[in-house]
């Protein structure tokens, strides 16, 4: 079946750190994947997306690559800050293409940037 | 553009009693989902409409949930004889659905239900 893995947090780091969150999937074919963020008392946003393997999805200083050959899809960002605190969620689409009928969710991974 | 909006944004309701949710999604969308969202849990899918067809149901949806679209513009989500384990928020999404492209899935601020 299609399933996303994502590190457990909270992940805590100070301003101008570096930043991974990690993500792994499994799933047929050439899912489609997605970060999505939810900041505190807001809804859930999309952060960035690839469509197919190894393209780099990229916003708000924040990258993640598709990667067939490790099913990886891990968050970046060079220089957190302390607006970047959030929840932050990995997804797949199981079509290909980007065109989604519905996202399979990771269980979120809590972000906390102490300035 | 004012965004997918969801009332009420929270619900207290007693076990046994039916509830019923609604979704406005961004006008022209022609593609409208529900989640659940359960505390420390990501998003589950449990259904999603092509204009007011409903093309997908979860296996998460049991016979006590039942959702509609009926002019293809709003939804809604309606529990029936609620029980504590329905307590969750409960997210809509919409999206333009465009054969061959790809199409972002623009989520609303969800409404909580708490059963008791």
């Known amino acids: 079946g299609n399933s996303v893995t994502q590190m457990e947090g909270p992940v805590t780091l100070s301003e101008e750190a570096f930043l991974t969150i990690n993500c792994t999937y499994t799933a047929t074919g050439y899912p489609s994947l997605f970060w999505y963020v939810q900041y505190p008392g807001e809804g859930l946003q999309l952060l960035l997306k690839?469509?197919?393997?190894?393209d780099k999805g990229s916003n708000k200083g924040f990258e993640a690559t598709y990667r067939k050959e490790t099913t990886s899809f891990h968050l970046e960002k060079g220089s957190v800050q302390v607006s970047d605190s959030a929840v932050y969620f990995c997804?797949?689409?199981?079509?290909?293409?980007?065109?989604?009928?519905?996202?399979?969710f990771g269980t979120g991974t809590l972000l906390a940037v102490q300035p | 553009d004012t965004g997918v909006s969801q009332n009420p944004r929270h619900k207290i309701t007693k076990r046994g009693q039916n509830v019923t949710f609604r979704c406005d999604p961004i006008?022209?969308?022609?593609?409208l989902y529900w989640y659940r969202q359960t505390l420390g849990q990501g998003p589950e899918f449990l259904t999603y409409f092509q204009n007011e067809a409903q093309l997908e149901k979860s296996r998460l949806l049991s016979d006590r949930f039942s959702a509609e679209r009926p002019k293809g513009s709003f939804s809604t989500l309606e529990i029936q004889r609620t029980e504590q384990g329905d307590s969750a928020m409960y997210l809509c999404?919409?999206?333009?659905?465009?054969?061959?492209?790809?199409?972002?899935?623009?989520f609303g601020p969800g409404t909580r239900l708490t059963v008791l």
């Open positions: 006008s022209e969308h022609n593609r």
């Open positions: 690839a469509t197919k393997a190894d």
């Open positions: 999404a919409s999206s333009l659905g465009e054969l061959g492209s790809t199409d972002t899935q623009y």
């Open positions: 997804a797949l689409s199981p079509l290909s293409g980007g065109a989604t009928n519905k996202l399979i």
